[in-house]
């Protein structure tokens, strides 16, 4: 009889626990729906809708906040496209587009009438495992509440985000994250599926409150999006060059791994037998670009290596499947024409002495083998001009060994918006640190 007593209280605690959450959710949907909007891209000769979003009403005075990718096409092109909101009671305005963050995907913008509520920003950060919950209109569907977990800033990543636990769906984009205290965390901005989504931390979306207040309503919104590249580029080149870069190992050579914990690298080795060729592959990448337009990206870093050998080949059939292999190599950015300048090349051949191996017990050799011939390679450093921005450049580099009969080293990278001086430190760096045996 205990037991079942025990039971009968336990099942009774979980419905009213249920019940509590669901009438507190509803609460808050009740509460919040009158600061809640939907954002609209307008193509203005068909009036009719070309993009949608979520937004949010920050401030008494009407400024809403949403990504900056929700109203991109209008920075971009602001004959073709004007900006729109309608709220959940279906009250239509204009909106007018003040600033923008693009390293945290975030915009400002002010409503022609002013709704009568706003949502206040969260000064506290949620504990890990709190529920959090996620408001926004997904696939054109109506304002929904998404509850989850705030899991922190997610690893791995140049730029700060929340690992939300809940489903963020497209049409989403733009909207809050509140506390149960009805306060916003985050900003709703990407989701990986399988309840994994990610929120701009809410205290970006505060220091572009700031930033705006303080700079007044005539914002060059060209020049706030350099200044922000110019800023991002060398804060993340900084933190790549003051790195303890490790070496690992691929095939005889020794090539860069993991240099900062916001690039992760991935292994694959190609060998069949209708392959002559063994292939080994390491590829590294930041997780994470810039947004600019739909078909335009910046802030990569990306590094890969390729290590191929055969055994009992002719050098000339070697090199033939080599080329084929290597034939295909392109930017690991998006930009179009009407974004960046055509690639302009420098191909140089260049030496690389050969060190030593490292010996059980001792320090590596450094010093150049004297009796070995040096590595030659064929190397490419390719640089295209960001229209926009003429300071910042996409930069491609490939280095391909080409000196040994059955053997050969791939190395290339791709860095996105960044300075001549950054590109060329970066590159002195890293062919620097690639090593043969």
Request: glycine share 12%; net charge negative; no cysteine.
């Given at each position: 009889m205990p037991n079942l007593c025990a039971r009968l209280l336990a099942l009774l605690f979980c419905c009213c626990s249920a019940f509590a959450s669901a009438q507190s959710y509803e609460q808050l949907y009740s509460e919040y729906r009158g600061s809640l909007y939907q954002i609209r891209l307008i193509e203005k000769s068909s009036n009719s809708k070309a993009g949608l979003g979520s937004g949010f009403q920050i401030s008494p005075d009407g400024l809403i906040a949403t990504n900056y990718h929700v109203v991109a096409e209008a920075?971009?092109?602001?004959?073709?496209?004007?900006?729109?909101?309608?709220?959940?009671?279906?009250?239509?305005?204009?909106?007018?587009?003040?600033?923008?963050?693009?390293?945290?995907?975030?915009?400002?913008?002010?409503?022609?009438?002013?709704?009568?509520?706003?949502?206040?920003?969260?000064?506290?950060?949620?504990?890990?495992?709190?529920?959090?919950?996620?408001?926004?209109?997904?696939?054109?569907?109506?304002?929904?509440?998404?509850?989850?977990?705030?899991?922190?800033?997610?690893?791995?990543?140049?730029?700060?985000?929340?690992?939300?636990?809940?489903?963020?769906?497209?049409?989403?984009?733009?909207?809050?994250?509140?506390?149960?205290?009805?306060?916003?965390?985050?900003?709703?901005?990407?989701?990986?599926g399988n309840q994994v989504s990610f929120l701009v931390p809410v205290d970006k979306l505060a220091a572009l409150q700031k930033h705006f207040r303080q700079e007044g309503n005539s914002l060059d919104l060209k020049e706030v999006t350099h200044r922000q590249l110019l800023d991002n580029q060398q804060r993340i080149i900084e933190s790549i060059l003051q790195a303890d870069w490790q070496r690992r190992a691929l095939g005889e050579a020794k090539v860069v791994g993991e240099i900062v914990p916001a690039i992760q690298c991935w292994g694959n080795t190609q060998e069949d037998d209708d392959n002559p060729v063994k292939r080994i592959d390491k590829g590294c990448t930041g997780q994470d670009v810039v947004f600019l337009a739909d078909d335009f990206n910046s802030g990569r870093v990306e590094y890969e290596f390729f290590w191929l050998e055969a055994e009992d080949l002719l050098p000339s059939r070697f090199y033939a499947e080599y080329e084929q292999q290597m034939s295909s190599f392109y930017p690991g950015n998006a930009a179009g024409e009407e974004d960046v300048t055509n690639f302009r090349c420098r191909q140089s051949f260049t030496a690389q002495e050969r060190v030593g191996e490292k010996r059980d017990g001792e320090e590596p050799v450094s010093k150049p083998q004297q009796n070995r011939e040096p590595i030659v390679a064929r190397t490419s450093y390719c640089v295209r001009r960001y229209k926009d921005f003429p300071d910042l450049y996409d930069i491609f580099f490939l280095s391909l060994s080409v000196d040994r009969k059955n053997r050969a080293l791939v190395s290339h990278f791709t860095l996105s918006g960044f300075t001549r001086e950054s590109a060329a430190a970066f590159t002195e760096k890293f062919t620097s640190e690639i090593q043969w045996h």
């Open positions: 920075v971009s092109d602001p004959d073709k496209y004007q900006l729109e909101y309608l709220s959940v009671d279906g009250a239509k305005g204009n909106l007018e587009l003040l600033d923008i963050d693009v390293i945290n995907d975030l915009a400002l913008l002010r409503q022609d009438k002013p709704g009568a509520e706003h949502i206040q920003l969260a000064t506290d950060t949620p504990k890990k495992g709190e529920t959090i919950v996620s408001l926004g209109n997904p696939l054109d569907l109506g304002m929904t509440l998404i509850p989850g977990t705030y899991n922190g800033i997610a690893s791995g990543s140049f730029y700060d985000r929340i690992h939300f636990a809940g489903s963020i769906n497209p049409g989403m984009s733009g909207g809050p994250a509140i506390n149960t205290r009805g306060h916003v965390v985050g900003i709703n901005v990407a989701t990986a």
